[in-house]
């Protein structure tokens, strides 16, 4: 009897520490999921954080920790109106279907000049998230809630370079930019480039594809090639969840996003060719807000009215020159 009593005691205690074994792994994956989830807000708090931080910091600071807190709660309700956009602007613009996303079609019109601003604060994002408390169930909260989400991203990640990576924030003609050549391209012929992509998600469209790119990316006496292997450097990937399309170069995909511009995705074949992002952005230092600016007439610039200049062939000339090897490092340059 007292072996069978030793016995289950045993068992019982196995028992027990399994229970919180479990209990415990549960616990560490659900803190690990709601720190996950809490991103923005760590971001924030450590900004709010940084002894190097301006007055505008704390000024603003309570509204920046605020509006990152509700887009952490709210993230997967934002992320379910985007993925949940029904082709807003379908009578306005002609699209192009691509199966599993459409793209809006850039109206013709002649490359722009000067530069488009426009201007984000974090008294804006506070004011737009009460906007949506006033009537919640206002048809344009649909829309004021995707735009919350696009201005705390944006916000964070300038303040975030501001305040604790230093960057400094220069005007378009001193801002310099990184050119990064890839293993996509190549020179085939003394006006010519072609570039290798995998159509990934998007296999079935490559005809439309290659026409938008080629027509874009040529002039000046120069012209690009696309050609499609399931085995290139870049695979082709498509999302729902958010309107910004983008390069990852970590791991080799061109993100794009339905309702995306065609010249957006012209756009982001320049950064598989190797070009920086030509935004500007300036901080008003003493009235709290960021000025986004962009070049009209600049296709790695604006994705409206942006076109492909002579600056941009000359860069690709140095990156990838006829009948000499292709540069491997990346180089700094500027835009003018």
């Not at 074994?21 to 999921?33: E, M, N, S, T």
């Not at 990316?217 to 085995?231: A, R």
């Amino acid at each position: 009897m007292g072996n069978l009593r030793t016995v289950l005691l045993a068992f019982a205690a196995m028992l027990l520490v399994a229970a919180f074994a479990y209990l415990g792994a549960r616990a560490l994956q659900k803190y690990r999921v709601e720190e996950a989830q809490r991103i923005y807000t760590r971001v924030a708090q450590k900004i709010n954080g940084e002894p190097s931080r301006e007055w505008c910091d704390d000024h603003t600071g309570k509204y920046r920790l605020y509006a990152s807190q509700v887009v952490d709660r709210f993230r997967d309700d934002i992320k379910a109106l985007w993925s949940g956009r029904k082709g807003e602007g379908e009578p306005k613009f002609g699209l192009l279907d691509l199966g599993v996303i459409k793209l809006r079609i850039n109206p013709k019109a002649a490359p722009g000049k000067g530069f488009d601003s426009s201007a984000w604060s974090w008294d804006e994002a506070y004011g737009l998230i009460r906007k949506t408390q006033v009537d919640p169930e206002q048809p344009e909260n649909v829309e004021r809630w995707r735009d919350v989400d696009s201005m705390v991203r944006f916000l964070l990640e300038k303040d975030y370079a501001r305040v604790v990576l230093k960057r400094k924030f220069l005007p378009p003609e001193k801002t310099p930019h990184q050119f990064r050549p890839t293993a996509a391209v190549r020179r085939t012929g003394p006006r010519e480039f072609t570039v290798l992509l995998d159509p990934g998600e998007l296999r079935g469209h490559e005809e439309p594809l290659r026409r938008l790119l080629e027509t874009e990316w040529q002039g000046g006496g120069y012209h690009l090639k696309v050609n499609w292997s399931g085995t290139a450097v870049y695979r082709l990937r498509t999302h729902r969840n958010s309107s910004r399309s983008y390069v990852h170069h970590g791991s080799h995909s061109m993100e794009i996003a339905h309702l995306a511009w065609t010249k957006t995705v012209a756009h982001e074949l320049g950064h598989v060719l190797g070009f920086d992002d030509h935004y500007y952005n300036v901080w008003n230092a003493r009235n709290c807000y960021y000025t986004q600016e962009s070049r009209l007439g600049d296709i790695m610039s604006n994705s409206e009215r942006g076109a492909i200049t002579l600056r941009h062939w000359e860069l690709l000339d140095k990156a990838y020159p006829w009948k000499a090897e292709p540069l491997r490092e990346p180089f700094s340059y500027l835009f003018e």
